[in-house]
């Protein structure tokens, strides 16, 4: 029988999970390190609405355990911020999927949101001291670029055929 068969996809998910890690230590002027959205959280929380019977909680849960030891942050503060993403965005997938890709948007926003103050609030635990307005110019970038990173991982998902 020589019918196409789909492939499982996880080494694509697991790739694009890589690229967005590899996208967070690329070395960036200084006036624009403030603007890197916060590109993990894109990519987990596309694959969590695409797939979210794949990408969830735990998948979360160790991809900020990578950005935490990628980034010498406290360990676990990413992966609490990106657990609780990810439940959120599986919570909401079966309404997310029907809206468009703009209010889409708003939603990833608010979710981007949700883990800076996870982080934040961490951070304010352990006795570092809050960021500046700055720190809030990633989130408004990573929702803004939403419509763009869902439209080139829908591509790649349905290029490379990841159920």
Do not use: C, K
Request: net charge positive; no cysteine.
């Amino acid at each position: 029988m020589t019918g196409h068969r789909p492939r499982n996809g996880g080494g694509v998910i697991l790739l694009s999970f890589i690229i967005a890690l590899m996208l967070i230590i690329v070395p960036m002027p200084a006036w624009a390190q403030d603007f890197r959205p916060e590109w993990t959280a894109l990519i987990l929380l596309y694959w969590s609405l695409a797939l979210p019977e794949r990408v969830g909680v735990g998948v979360g849960w160790l991809v900020g355990l990578f950005q935490d030891a990628l980034l010498g942050t406290l360990l676990g503060q990413h992966a609490l911020a990106f657990a609780l993403i990810a439940f959120l965005a599986l919570r909401l997938h079966q309404h997310l999927r029907l809206v468009p890709v703009w209010q889409q948007a708003v939603v990833v926003l608010a979710l981007l949101v949700i883990a800076q103050l996870v982080i934040f609030w961490i951070n304010g635990m352990i006795g570092r001291p809050a960021p500046e307005w700055q720190a809030w110019a990633a989130i408004l970038v990573g929702a803004a670029l939403w419509p763009l990173v869902f439209h080139i991982m829908r591509g790649v998902r349905r290029r490379f055929q990841v159920q």
